[in-house]
């Protein structure tokens, strides 16, 4: 077995490719509120909410999915958009 120097191990990672910490922390708020909004609507779910309840509560875990979606775009950048306009137009395209 031959030994490796400790400095061969390390990936270096620039500090400029890291986010900000502001934005990982926009990120992980969203993603908080996206996940506790669909566990709200499991857990409506399970206990037999009523149909506007349910109705509520599926509306708010889709927007805050969307939200979520279109945040992490804004903050990983243009990219993200374009792939997203290309996956939905090959979800959606027609088989001739």
Known sequence: MS?????????N????????RLKRWLLLGASTLCLISWLALGLGLVMDAS???LLLLAAFAGLATE??????????GVTVFQAKRRIWSWLFRRSA
């Open 67 to 76: 939200g979520l979606f279109w945040l992490a775009a804004a903050i990983l």
């Open 51 to 53: 149909r506007s309840m």
């Open 3 to 11: 030994s490796k120097n400790d400095s061969e191990e390390h990936i």
């Open 13 to 20: 990672v620039k500090p400029e490719s890291r986010l900000p």
